[in-house]
């Protein structure tokens, strides 16, 4: 089946260190995309990457990286400079610009 | 700067009864409106996609209608059963948005009492 993979479902972040989340996609799919979700805000687009090799700021992308090495897959990094990290992370994709979206299950990351 | 609205908030029905939400948003200059269901702690399931040039789409017991002159978008669902509970999301595509960017609403967070 298709779909959208997004590992772990759950995450523990110590401060000040780093850590990764994983998107991974076998819809060949070209666009894919970082949403942020919190209580009472709604979801934020934190990074968009509409072609291997290229990504884009969202809304809300300071102390987040993201990188876009293979058209499956869109790693997103919260860094030590990312303040206040706990929240559910979503990644989406859409086959191109101005399509639907696909949604991952979502990774909740916490600070301990 | 586009803003998604959905009112009410929450919504509790008895089974059975016809559910009717809404979605309105403050710039008509869109390319596609969709619809979301989400269970609690889990991803969004898309429902209905509507493209700008379309009026309503249609899926089982869902229809989804859109007025962009309005800027207005209503999700009915026929015959509401227990596991239609759940948050539903309306998010709007922005044509004056960089990249593919979908402006979500709040949500409306509904209940289906057996």
């Known amino acids: 089946d298709g779909g959208i993979t997004q590992s772990p479902k759950y995450l523990f972040r110590k401060e000040g260190q780093n850590v990764t989340l994983s998107c991974e996609q076998n819809?060949?799919?070209?666009?894919m995309y970082w949403y942020r979700q919190d209580p009472g805000q709604g979801l934020r687009l934190i990074y968009y990457s509409q072609i291997v090799n290229d990504f884009q700021k969202g809304d809300i992308a300071e102390g987040y990286s993201v990188s876009r090495e293979k058209k499956e897959s869109f790693p997103l990094t919260v860094t030590s400079a990312q303040k206040n990290p706990t929240a559910f992370y979503l990644c989406a994709s859409s086959i191109e610009s101005r399509a639907g979206y696909t949604f991952g299950s979502g990774t909740r990351l916490t600070v301990v | 700067k586009q803003e998604v609205t959905q009112i009410p908030a929450a919504l509790s029905v008895p089974e059975g009864e016809n559910l009717v939400l809404n979605c309105s948003f403050t710039?008509?200059?869109?390319?596609?409106l969709q619809w979301f269901r989400q269970d609690p702690g889990k991803g969004l399931t898309s429902l209905l996609l509507i493209q700008s040039s379309q009026r309503e789409q249609t899926s089982g017991r869902l229809n989804a209608s859109l007025d962009k002159s309005s800027g207005r978008s209503t999700l009915y669902i026929a015959a509401s059963q227990p596991g239609d509970s759940a948050t539903y999301l309306c998010?709007?595509?922005?044509?004056?948005?960089?990249?593919?960017?979908?402006?979500f609403g709040g949500g409306t967070r509904v209940l289906v009492k057996p």
């Open positions: 710039d008509s200059a869109i390319y596609n």
């Open positions: 998010a709007v595509g922005d044509i004056k948005a960089a990249g593919n960017k979908l402006t």
């Open positions: 819809l060949n799919h070209d666009a």
